[in-house]
T-cell receptor, first 116, second 116 residues
Framework: GESVGLHLPTLSVQEGDNSIINCAYS??????FIWYKQESGKGPQFIID?????DKRQGQRVTVLLNKTVKHLSLQIAATQPGDSAVYFC???????????????FGSGTRLQVQP | NAGVMQNPRHLVRRRGQEARLRCSPM?????VYWYRQLPEEGLKFMVY????????ESGMPKERFSAEFPKEGPSILRIQQVVRGDSAAYFC??????????????FGEGSWLTVV
C-alpha cells in the first residue's frame, strides 16, 4: 500500500555542520507534510510543516524542501547542535482541513547523531 | 495549559490480561488519535475519535482492540487478552475541531506496554 519512507536510518554529523534528512513518499494524493522530532522515551514534537502548494518553508534553523515531481521531502538543520540528536520522522496526510478529518502516516524515521 | 496527558506511562501485563490506556486531550481539543510505535519504527495510525464517535478506525486490529472517547472523561484504548506482540509504545494525540496546521496536533508522552 501507500507509505512514507526514509532513505537513511542513521545520520552522523559533526556539531556545527548542517544536516539533511530525506524522506520519500509514494502517495501522490498527499498534500500536507510534517517533520517531527522524537527524543528517547518521549512523544513526537512538531518541527515544521509544508503544504503541497509550496516548495520550501523555513523556520528557526530548519528548512523543509518539497519536490512533488519525485515525491521527495527533506529537512535541513543548520548549525546542528548536540540537542538536535534524536529520531526524525516525516509524516504525510491528505484530505480537507475544515472538518479535522486527518490522520497522519509516518515514515520509519532517521536517527540523527551529533558528534561534539 | 496542560498538554496531552497519558497514563499509565508504563504498564506490564501478563499474556491474556487486559490493558487499558488513558488519554486526556489538551483543553479545548475534541479530537483524539491513537498511534502505536514498535521499537525503531515509525508511528502507525490506529484510530481517530471525537467525543462519543469513532471517525476512523481503519488502523485498529479487528479483534481484541477497542477505543472510546466518552462525553466525560479521557479517551481509553483497551486491549483484551494481550499477547507479546502487543508490546509497544502507544501514543495519543489531540487536535481542535478544525485542524489549521500540524502545530495544532499535539502528542502525549506515550504509554509503554510490556507483555510478559
Amino acid at each position: 500500500g501507500e507509505s512514507v519512507g526514509l532513505h537513511l536510518p542513521t545520520l552522523s554529523v559533526q556539531e556545527g555542520d548542517n544536516s539533511i534528512i530525506n524522506c520519500a513518499y509514494s502517495n501522490s494524493a498527499s498534500d500536507y507534510f510534517i517533520w517531527y522530532k522524537q527524543e528517547s522515551g518521549k512523544g513526537p514534537q512538531f518541527i515544521i510543516d509544508i503544504r503541497s502548494n509550496m516548495d520550501k518553508r523555513q523556520g528557526q534553523r530548519v528548512t523543509v524542501l518539497l519536490n512533488k515531481t519525485v515525491k521527495h521531502l527533506s529537512l535541513q538543520i543548520a548549525a546542528t547542535q548536540p540537542g538536535d540528536s534524536a529520531v526524525y520522522f516525516c509524516a504525510e496526510s491528505q484530505g480537507t482541513w475544515d472538518t479535522g478529518r486527518r490522520a497522519l502516516t509516518f515514515g520509519s524515521g532517521t536517527r540523527l547523531q551529533v558528534q561534539p | 495549559n496542560a498538554g496531552v496527558m497519558q497514563n499509565p506511562r508504563h504498564l506490564v501485563r501478563r499474556r491474556g490480561q487486559e490493558a487499558r490506556l488513558r488519554c486526556s486531550p489538551m483543553k479545548g481539543h475534541s479530537h483524539v488519535y491513537w498511534y502505536r510505535q514498535l521499537p525503531e519504527e515509525g508511528l502507525k495510525f490506529m484510530v481517530y475519535l471525537q467525543k462519543e464517535n469513532i471517525i476512523d478506525e481503519s488502523g485498529m486490529p479487528k479483534e481484541r482492540f477497542s477505543a472510546e472517547f466518552p462525553k466525560e472523561g479521557p479517551s481509553i484504548l483497551r486491549i483484551q487478552q494481550v499477547v507479546r506482540g502487543d508490546s509497544a509504545a502507544y501514543f495519543c494525540a489531540s487536535s481542535p475541531v478544525t485542524v489549521l496546521s500540524g502545530n495544532t496536533i499535539y502528542f502525549g508522552e506515550g504509554s509503554w506496554l510490556t507483555v510478559v
